[in-house]
């Protein structure tokens, strides 16, 4: 195969007319033709700059350079050295901004697909079988981790690894945490990729409680001083919605994000052999601008609505992944954008008929770095929808916090931890991920996990 050095080899993808029908993967990936094509646009770096943009500090030459000389295999037992959730990093990081963004190559051409070979890597994989290595003997001690999602995933195969004896607690009936509930299937396949990953983590031993709910079934220290665990990682992310407070939000056919993408993604209620009923509407406005407004707006589409993305600010602003905003838009998702909602309206049965909105413009930058919109006076207009989804973020369930007595949270109701280490202000207690940050990526939870499971290690080896 021909390769330019400085193009990437282009990735293959559903056309955007058939995917909007369907809730079949996007981005259809590498073959190992064009995989290697792709590796062998690395450099090599003798100090490698795209591994410090990695959360989880993956040896990106040393694997890229397995898939150059065709060892898969090989290039899979890099990876798993670092993440254990390689196929769903492959598909979900925001490379761009992270690893890409630092790549010499990118410098004068484009740079190194690193995520896009991560995912191939990963597939291959699995598609052969090809698992993670064991720890050789166990050390006879217990770790219970709270929540099934990439931070508490990524904390138990770390410590399985180790010689821990790992146990994940999770409040849903399903492992995966915002992976199986807040991501839709055109992005990250649930059976095929999500479950396959949680599959390898319960290879290393680690077991899964589903339907635990922390805090109601049984607390902290009861797991602390009860169940004979010797430290605890809370990883319970930020499953809590946020409103914008405006009148006629509690209106029939005004959602969360959250509950919108729960009862597709978890609940398949885009499948018809499913009974969970989910309102489709037909004209959809979604508030917001970030992954989860564009993961709102795509899955409204699939179910057949005319989708308009509501938010504030201009494109240049949108916290949206580029590759999201351009498959959104490819698939003919409008965007209003420096537009914001002020009230939404309600027929006569208290169900939406509209949302009124006002045209913004952007002021001076705000303590984000970012323009602060402002209202321009006499702009209103109402926009003629049916159903609002609200896209405005989400911060962590008190449940936790308000049953486990020293831990200490935030203003923003977070758990207050250490970065390096995860280590909050209760002895043997760590924590990371969103229920630390607020809603943040899959791979800072990851890198969170990480870190926690490091301070965890530290902390059981005196």
Known sequence: ?????????????????????????????????????????????????????????????????????????????????????????????????????????????????????????????????????PAESMNGKKVAVIGSGPAGLTCAGDLAKLGYDVTIFEALHKAGGVLSYGIPEFRLP???????????????????????????????????????????????????????????????????????????????????????????????????????????????????????????????????????????????IKFDLLTNPVEILEDEDGSVKGMKCIRMELGEPDESGRRRPVEIEGSEFVLDVDTVIMSLGTSPNPLISSTTEGLDINKRKCIVAEEENGKTSKAAVYAGGDAVTGAATVILAMGAGKAAAKGIHEFLSK
Not at 103 to 116: E, L, N, T, W
Not at 218 to 240: H, K, P, R, Y
Not at 242 to 253: V, Y
């Open 190 to 332: 649930k059976s095929k990729v999500v479950d396959s990953e949680v599959e390898n983590v319960k290879s290393l031993g680690v077991k899964i409680e589903t339907n635990v709910v922390i805090g109601k079934s049984i607390t902290i220290d009861e797991l602390l001083n009860e169940e004979g665990f010797d430290a605890v990682f809370i990883g319970s992310g930020a499953g809590l919605p946020r409103f914008m407070g405006i009148p006629g939000e509690n209106a029939n056919g005004v959602f969360s994000a959250n509950e919108y993408l729960t009862r597709s993604n978890l609940m398949k209620a885009f499948d018809e052999n499913y009974d969970t009923p989910i309102a489709a509407g037909k004209k959809v406005a979604v508030v917001g601008g970030g992954n989860v407004a564009m993961d709102a707006a795509r899955t409204a589409l699939r179910l057949g609505a005319d989708v308009h993305i509501v938010y504030r600010r201009s494109e240049a602003e949108l916290p949206a992944r580029v590759e999201e905003v351009h498959h959104a838009k490819e698939e003919g």
């Open 1 to 133: 195969m021909e390769v330019d050095v400085l193009k990437r080899i282009p990735v293959r993808e559903q056309d955007p007319k058939v995917r909007a029908t369907n809730f079949e993967e996007v981005c259809l990936g590498y073959n190992k033709e064009e995989a290697m094509a792709e590796a062998s646009r690395c450099l090599q770096c003798k100090n490698p700059q795209c591994v410090k943009g990695c959360p989880v500090n993956i040896d990106i030459p040393g694997f890229i350079k397995e898939v150059a000389d065709g060892n898969v295999e090989d290039a899979y037992h890099v990876i798993n050295k670092y993440s254990a959730l390689p196929a769903v990093c492959g598909r979900v990081c925001p490379q761009e901004s992270q690893c890409e963004s630092k790549c010499i190559r990118g410098i004068k051409g484009d740079a190194v697909s690193i995520g896009k070979l991560e995912r191939f890597v990963a597939d291959t994989a699995r598609e052969n079988g090809i698992k993670p290595v």
